[in-house]
């Protein structure tokens, strides 16, 4: 029905459009984080330009809503072949079985984003605090003594 098809391509928009802005982000702590480097050891060799990246962003959203708007101009043998392709991965056991498992933690980590903004946005903190491993320190390391013994102590 109409309907339906329209729920799918407002879910399909908002999903399109977190998976932009979560690259946005993604590209920008790099950019800071790359800032900490110095200019001849710095891992992320990208150079980072925010115009640009609201141009692709603002382009990516364009062709969607213009290939939404006019269908038969998204319809073409390359992308019938794209098409057919993804169902046969999909329909096959294993593979397709490994694409929906994927798919499925896809859409648990953007509803925990969408939650995350709407309580960031509410309250000014999100309702799921989630640390990566490289900036995780253990809270006993801040109630260490002096007297305590690390690995790396020079002892004399």
């Not at 962003?57 to 319809?75: D, E, M, Y």
């Not at 794209?82 to 498992?101: A, H, L, Q, R």
């Not at 903004?117 to 000014?124: E, P, R, V, Y």
């Not at 309702?127 to 007297?147: A, C, I, M, P, T």
Request: charged share 20%; hydrophobic share 45%.
């Amino acid at each position: 029905t109409n309907e339906l098809m329209v729920n799918e391509l407002v879910m399909t928009g908002l999903i399109l459009f977190m998976y932009f802005v979560s690259n946005l982000q993604r590209n920008q702590e790099k950019f800071q984080f790359s800032k900490n480097f110095p200019p001849n050891f710095n891992p992320f060799n990208t150079k980072y330009n925010f115009t640009g990246e609201l141009i692709a962003i603002g382009l990516g959203i364009s062709a969607f809503v213009f290939f939404t708007l006019n269908p038969q101009f998204a319809s073409y043998g390359l992308s019938q072949w794209f098409y057919d392709g993804v169902i046969s991965i999909e329909n096959t056991f294993i593979i397709g079985f490994v694409f929906k498992v994927i798919g499925f933690f896809f859409l648990v980590r953007m509803i925990q984003k969408i939650i995350n903004s709407i309580f960031a946005l509410l309250t000014g903190a999100p309702l799921f605090n989630v640390r990566s491993n490289f900036n995780v320190r253990n809270e006993n390391e801040d109630q260490k003594d002096d007297d305590d013994f690390d690995d790396f102590e020079e002892i004399k």
